[in-house]
């Protein structure tokens, strides 16, 4: 079984008189432990077809299911509970909240699932270490490079054990060295824990990290590119 389905999903927006496509008719499987990206030139429907996997956003026609599960028939809570059991968010520019420092970032997901201080703190600081910022518990936002912001935002994805991390240009807002540096943590993610990968970039050296690019050409999947190796 497929940790995620979309079967003939599409989404159009109206405005005023005016039908935006943003995606149509797109058909995809994904099976648990996999890494794709998703390519495409601006406007192309990426960010609207991972809202769509990432349960932020419905489709307006189409049958979306996530381990099994059918998501246009859920109501607001049950989506919520599977964006925050099921599902990482990672953005291009980190959604870090900059009052708090680096743990209570990673916490934050833990206190919504009712967890108590003690454990959300212990899994919290592994979560942390273990992408090398054990070191930087007690920092704030500002206080950290970009790397190290998204860093923490990839501990805060994981700290709940998701099946699956949804990235919408992880590295976007990042040097190349940087860059680097965070596709070799998702690489990890996804080899050690087998974390399902779903990200969407620009840069073809940072798609070809996964195993599959699917190339989206006005709202539409135009092409599946296999990544040997
Ligand atoms: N809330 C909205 N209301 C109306 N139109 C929208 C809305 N969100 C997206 N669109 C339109 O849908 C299309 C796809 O947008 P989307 O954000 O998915 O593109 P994208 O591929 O992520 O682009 P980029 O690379 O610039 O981030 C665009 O034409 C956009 O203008
Ligand atoms: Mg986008």
Same mark, same amino acid.
Request: with cysteine.
């Given at each position: 079984?497929?940790?995620?389905?979309?079967?003939? &999903?599409?989404?159009?927006?109206?405005?005023?008189?005016?039908?935006?496509?943003?995606?149509?008719?797109?058909?995809?499987?994904? =099976?648990? %432990?996999?890494?794709? !990206?998703?390519? %495409?030139?601006?406007?192309?429907?990426?960010?609207? *077809?991972?809202?769509?996997?990432?349960?932020?956003?419905?489709?307006?026609?189409?049958?979306?299911?996530?381990? %099994?599960?059918?998501?246009?028939?859920?109501?607001?809570? =049950?989506?919520?509970?599977?964006?925050?059991?099921?599902?990482?968010?990672?953005?291009?520019?980190?959604?870090?909240?900059?009052?708090?420092?680096?743990? =209570?970032?990673?916490? *934050?997901? *833990?206190?919504?699932?009712?967890?108590?201080?003690?454990?959300?703190?212990?899994?919290?600081?592994?979560?942390?270490?273990?992408?090398?910022?054990?070191?930087?518990?007690?920092?704030?936002? !500002?206080?950290? !490079?970009?790397?190290?912001?998204?860093?923490?935002?990839?501990?805060?994805?994981?700290? %709940?054990?998701?099946?699956? &991390?949804?990235?919408?240009?992880? $590295?976007?807002?990042?040097? !190349?060295?940087?860059?680097?540096?965070?596709?070799?943590?998702?690489?990890?993610?996804?080899?050690?824990?087998?974390?399902? &990968?779903?990200?969407? $970039?620009?840069?073809?050296?940072?798609?070809?990290?996964?195993?599959?690019?699917?190339?989206?050409?006005?709202?539409?999947?135009?092409?599946?590119?296999? &990544?040997?190796?």
């Amino acid at each position: 079984m497929p940790i995620v389905r979309l079967d003939n &999903i599409s989404r159009s927006y109206k405005n005023g008189q005016v039908l935006i496509e943003a995606l149509k008719n797109i058909n995809l499987s994904i =099976e648990e %432990g996999e890494y794709v !990206s998703i390519m %495409g030139p601006s406007g192309s429907g990426k960010s609207t *077809l991972l809202n769509i996997i990432g349960c932020l956003d419905k489709p307006t026609s189409g049958i979306y299911e996530i381990a %099994g599960r059918r998501v246009e028939k859920m109501g607001d809570n =049950e989506l919520a509970d599977i964006r925050n059991q099921l599902l990482g968010f990672v953005f291009q520019s980190f959604h870090l909240l900059p009052d708090l420092n680096a743990l =209570e970032n990673v916490e *934050l997901p *833990l206190i919504y699932r009712g967890l108590g201080g003690r454990e959300r703190r212990r899994r919290s600081i592994e979560a942390l270490e273990s992408v090398g910022l054990g070191q930087r518990l007690y920092h704030r936002p !500002s206080q950290l !490079s970009g790397g190290e912001q998204q860093r923490v935002a990839i501990a805060r994805a994981i700290v %709940g054990n998701p099946k699956v &991390i949804l990235a919408d240009e992880p $590295t976007g807002a990042l040097d !190349s060295k940087t860059s680097e540096t965070i596709m070799e943590i998702f690489c990890k993610l996804n080899k050690e824990r087998g974390i399902t &990968i779903v990200q969407v $970039t620009h840069e073809k050296s940072i798609a070809l990290y996964g195993q599959r690019i699917y190339h989206l050409l006005d709202g539409k999947i135009e092409r599946v590119e296999n &990544i040997a190796g």
